[in-house]
């Protein structure tokens, strides 16, 4: 995929050349280095790899070492998603809506092996990103980024042999959906997800997702819901794991 790169001023060749073969690496291919005239594009800057749009402030970026990963990882808040998929079981999980992946953080913070799937390819190198800073950063935070393992493709897909040899015990699923939080941080990051990604898929298109997971799930299917929303695609889970403001719906596999 093509889209518009920018590179900070103060970065050297070799951090240009290095954020360059990132985006490369999952299928992204720059566009000539200056901003462009409007639009979304990829800025590369001291910090890292992030999605930004002309005209507008704020930025989209992977950020597993501060912020509210930070906040998660030291005073919790995973738990009601580990309770979800029974993380104390040590189920092997394939998150096959990767995003951003914090959920999937989360769940390797608790000690399980996550592969995470991003079909879309500015996304997977954004994730990409995140995730080799994450590696860099050493501790704790790199024990569970170590965890993770990143496939830039439609886990529908996924007929890879390495995949295959390690079928998942659950399946995670967060289909985009309108956000409920009003904070401005939510608001950008899904404008531009909405922008890159388009549409939120149809009700025909999560019910093709949903039978794929229970077909592939061991265990459970775990998806993720807005609190007093529908489930997804209109089937009723077998039982739920309800927060203040989220919820997870839990589906059995398919017989």
């Known amino acids: 995929m093509e889209i518009a790169w920018c590179c900070a001023p103060e970065l050297d060749v070799q951090q240009q050349a290095l954020l360059r073969q990132r985006a490369l690496q999952y299928g992204v291919q720059p566009l000539p280095d200056r901003l462009p005239e409007s639009g979304l594009y990829l800025a590369a800057e001291h910090d890292g790899l992030s999605l930004a749009c002309v005209g507008e402030k704020g930025r989209v970026r992977v950020d597993f070492v501060g912020g509210g990963a930070r906040h998660r990882r030291l005073y919790g808040g995973g738990e009601l998603l580990g309770r979800a998929v029974k993380h104390t ?4 999980v394939w998150d096959a809506t990767g995003g951003l ?20 390819p500015v996304v997977a190198a954004l994730l990409a990103d995140g995730l080799a800073r994450a590696l860099a950063a050493g501790g704790d935070v790199a024990e569970a980024a170590g965890r993770m393992h990143l496939l830039a493709a439609d886990a529908r897909q996924a007929d890879d042999v390495s995949v295959a040899a390690a079928e998942p015990d659950v399946v995670y699923l967060d289909p985009m959906y309108p956000q409920r939080q009003k904070s401005a941080a939510v608001k950008k990051e899904m404008a531009y997800f909405h922008r890159l990604l388009g549409a939120p898929p149809t009700t025909a298109e999560e019910a093709d997702l949903l039978a794929w997971a229970r077909a592939r799930a061991r265990q459970r299917v775990v998806v993720k819901r807005p609190q007093g929303g529908q489930p997804l695609a209109g089937s009723a889970p077998d039982y739920q794991y309800a927060g203040k403001s ?10």
Do not use: I
């Open 89 to 92: 079981a040590e189920p092997r």
């Open 101 to 120: 992946g914090r959920d999937a953080f989360v769940l390797a913070s608790l000690g399980l092996r996550v592969t995470v799937f991003e079909r879309h």
């Open 246 to 255: 989220t919820r997870f719906d839990v589906y059995r596999p398919a017989v």
